[in-house]
């Protein structure tokens, strides 16, 4: 345990900031309004200087990109409700660059100005190792993920699953004495699966329950994709534990390859289908895991190196000048379609500096007219 903390310590980032309770009201309003998620919201707070100069100038940036009528934003007054039923449960938003906040999370391209955290802020500063599987398991499955989570969390590792029925909820289990965090698919109030709740509140006592999704959000199907890419983006790497072809735990694989991470496999039988997809990913070049010394020995040499963040200030002290002409926005507003293309390509294409690319993409993005894809792709709604 010294040895991680020593390793953990060499990864601080020595430049920290603290949100004002206004600044903290600006960021969510500007978070929760249509059309912005944590890409668009960085690029905002990059052009305009800030929230609050994002939020005054998001109307005429919408209306420039092609909306009709003015775009949602989210009421002061709103924001301080969520605020206040947050608190209400022992929650605090926690924004890029304060001290609470995930260290390895920082790294994503996407990841979230502000996480809504539950619980113990110890277990979110540990080195973390994600642990996933189907929900479908095998009683062999549940007791190896089980054990797994057990032992690598006596070698000085949080882990970190989704809270789902079967590998999930084994892995949290088999943590919760010394720390796991459980990302949320849905809001702080909205424990899903419900049969979890008991678990759900077993945990902040030594780990921590993790969202970006607002108080009072049900999760939907398609924010579980959302939540695993929090998990692996949390993690170091990624255990898969009996996945199927079409599992979902595929899908935070795929994320974790995107991010950079290691994605480890444990190996199931060939005439089980819950084992197709990660004896799969074990054809693909995964880590094969039996045991916590295979994880270990891959992750201790990345964790003795200090992460390498960009040096990001959450109010950039003057906005950046990338104003589009008419004929050039046209240019490039031609050159998108519903097949994904990439950001270089449209640079190329369009003959247009990169940052007035990227501002026309920000202007149609927040009128809800192109879609963002993994690998820096976008493609026309």
């Known amino acids: 345990m010294a040895a991680m ?12 900031v603290q949100l004002t309770d206004e600044q ?83 790294m994503i ?6 996480l809504a955290v539950r619980g113990n802020a110890a277990a979110l500063a ?25 032992d690598l969390a006596g070698a000085g590792f949080a882990i970190v699953s989704g809270l789902a029925r079967g590998i999930d909820a084994a892995a949290h289990r088999g943590s919760l ?37 607002p108080m009072g959000w049900e999760p939907r199907a398609r924010d579980f994709p959302r939540r695993n890419r929090l998990i692996s983006g949390l993690a170091a790497g990624v255990v898969i534990v009996e996945a199927a072809k079409r599992s979902g735990s595929l899908i935070t694989a795929r994320f974790a390859l995107e991010q950079g991470r290691e994605v480890f496999a444990v190996p199931g039988s060939p005439l089980d289908p819950r084992a197709e997809g990660s004896n799969g990913l074990i054809k693909q070049g995964a880590t094969v895991v039996t045991e916590a010394a295979d994880v270990i020995t891959v992750l201790r040499p990345i964790l003795g190196q200090p992460i390498a963040l960009a040096a990001e200030e959450p109010e950039p002290s003057a906005p950046s000048a990338a104003e589009p002409g008419a004929d050039e926005r046209a240019r490039i507003v031609d050159l998108l379609g519903p097949t994904p293309v990439p950001l270089d390509d449209l640079i190329r294409l369009s003959g247009s500096p990169p940052a007035v690319v990227r501002m026309v993409l920000l202007e149609l993005e927040l009128a809800g007219r192109i879609e963002r894809h993994g690998g820096g792709l976008v493609s026309m709604v």
């Open 5 to 16: 903390t020593e390793m953990l310590a060499s990864t601080e980032k020595s430049h920290v």
């Open 126 to 150: 540990l080195p973390m190792v994600a642990i996933v599987g189907t929900r479908n398991a095998s009683a062999a499955g549940l007791r190896f993920a089980e054990r797994l989570a057990r």
């Open 177 to 213: 004495a010394t720390g796991t965090v459980a990302v949320l698919a849905g809001g702080q109030d909205k424990i899903y699966p419900p049969e979890h709740a008991s678990l759900a509140e077993a945990i902040p006592a030594d780990g921590a329950l993790v969202s970006e999704m």
């Open 109 to 114: 391209d996407d990841a979230p100005p502000l």
């Open 24 to 106: 903290r009201l600006d960021w969510l309003r500007l978070i929760r309004s249509d059309h912005v998620g944590p890409r668009t919201f960085r690029a905002l707070i990059n052009h305009l200087g800030g929230a609050r100069a994002a939020l005054a100038g998001l109307p005429d940036l919408a209306r420039r990109g092609g909306l009709r009528g003015p775009p949602r934003i989210l009421s002061r007054e709103d924001a301080a409700r969520e605020i206040a039923a947050a608190r209400s449960l022992g929650v605090r938003l926690v924004a890029t660059g304060e001290p609470d906040y995930p260290q390895r999370l920082k």
